[in-house]
Structures are given as C-alpha cells and as structure tokens.
C-alpha cells in the first residue's frame, strides 16, 4: 500500500493559451498530493515563457519540468509526461485538465484502490458541474455515428451515456472514461500504449480506454467527487 510521502506518482498538465491562474490553482491543489514526483506541464500554444515566470514550482522534493511543442498537437501531448513516468520506473501517473477543483487527498484515496486492487489498470471519480450536477463521464464506447457527432463538435447529454442508475452511486467497471482525470498503472501502459498521436482531439481517450480495459479494469468510482469547468478547454481548441 502507498505509504505517506512514498513518491510514486507522475502527473502531466496539457495548456494551450490557459489562464495563468488556473494553472496556479490546479498546482495548488496537486500540492496536497504527497505521493507525487513529477509534475510535467506541457504547452501547446506560445505560453511556456509566461507560465514559467509566473507560477511558483517550489514544491518541496516534486520535480516541475515544463515542455513546449512546436505546434498544438492536441491532448496526445499528455504522452511526454506519460513517456516521463515510464521513464523514472514510478507506479502511477495521472493525466489531468487545469480546469478541475478537489480535494488532494482524493487522489491519495484512489491510489491506495489501486494499491489494493491490482487488476485495475484506470480509476476516476464521479466528475461533477460546479453547480453539483453530474457531467457523466463514466460511458459506453460510442458507436460509428457518435463518433462523428464528436468530430463536429456536437455535445449532446446522452451521447453514449450509461442508462444505469446505480452506477453513479456505487463503483463500477466501465469501458470508457473521460480524459480529464484519468489515474493510470504505469505497467499497463507499457503493455497497450500510450494516447495515439493519429487521434487530435475527441478520440484520444475512448481510444486508451477501450484498450486498458481489454488488458485490466477501468473503474469509475463515485463515492469521491470533483469539480470540472466542463468545456472551457475544448473552446480554446484543445479538448475536455
């Protein structure tokens, strides 16, 4: 089981033309987090300069490293923190959006149900509106037509919903999990892969899903919430 302080998580921040503020805040929250070693932020857009002159990265013994692509290649960037994970041989790492608000000691919860459960290769919380309402992001795979639906950027609230009651109450198995939080087993990732570069945007994470629940479990647990500020990011073109 994860001790306090043990530092095995990897965590990556994707921006592009991101509220300076929103970046310190979503940093401020991740403080909270003991177990982690590295936080990556990665900028798509020309901001790298910005964020690394206004955003404190003192962090005690976690390593803040920032990367800057020469072009916006969509929330597959989350794969230089993932590959980075890999890399330093951590157990964990955790793709997040900026625009989330929670508790830190969440992400200490979750990762001690990994601990104890070792077939679960994905884990995220029940993700809720700012207004307390259920975005439901614990979903089917979405079939052809959907797909397209995304691809023009057409949200709809049932698209491949779960038509489940119970599974916003207790934790289930669930093939697709949303990409704003997603807490990854390293060691899956190097058995499927990492995000598929082919993907730019609306795909990426169905795509890590289907293939993490073919080799483990992709659990949704909602007995621990957070907050997302649904579709801020996608309006700056890079998704949610």
């Not at 982690?36 to 013994?61: F, G, K, M, P, V």
């Not at 955790?94 to 459960?117: C, P, Q, R």
């Not at 959907?146 to 709809?156: A, I, S, Y």
Request: aromatic share 8%; charged share 30%.
């Amino acid at each position: 089981m994860c001790k306090p302080n043990k530092r095995v998580l990897g965590v990556s921040i994707v921006t592009y033309n991101t509220s300076i503020e929103e970046v310190r805040e979503i940093l401020r929250i991740l403080k909270d987090v003991p177990e982690i070693a590295q936080i990556t932020i990665i900028d798509n857009s020309d901001q790298l300069a910005l964020l690394r002159n206004s955003i404190d990265i003192t962090r005690d013994e976690t390593k803040v490293d920032f990367f800057k692509n020469d072009k916006n290649v969509g929330y597959v960037a989350h794969n230089i923190g993932m590959n980075k994970s890999i890399k330093n041989d951590l157990d964990y790492h955790l793709v997040i959006n900026s625009d989330l608000i929670f508790d830190g000691k969440i992400v200490s919860k979750l990762l001690k149900v990994m601990e104890k459960n070792k077939n679960i290769g994905l884990i995220m919380p029940k993700i809720l509106n700012y207004d307390g309402t259920d975005q439901h992001l614990a979903k089917r795979l979405p079939r052809p037509h959907e797909l397209l639906l995304r691809l023009v950027k057409l949200r709809l609230p049932w698209l491949h919903k779960i038509e489940e009651p119970s599974y916003t109450k207790v934790p289930k198995i669930v093939p697709y999990l949303s990409g704003c939080f997603m807490l990854l087993r390293v060691n899956v990732l190097r058995e499927v892969g990492l995000m598929d570069p082919r993907f730019f945007m609306y795909a990426e994470d169905i795509d890590l899903s289907r293939r993490i629940a073919a080799h483990s479990l992709n659990i949704y647990y909602p007995e621990l919430e957070i907050f997302h500020k649904h579709g801020a990011i996608s309006k700056r073109n890079i998704r949610i």
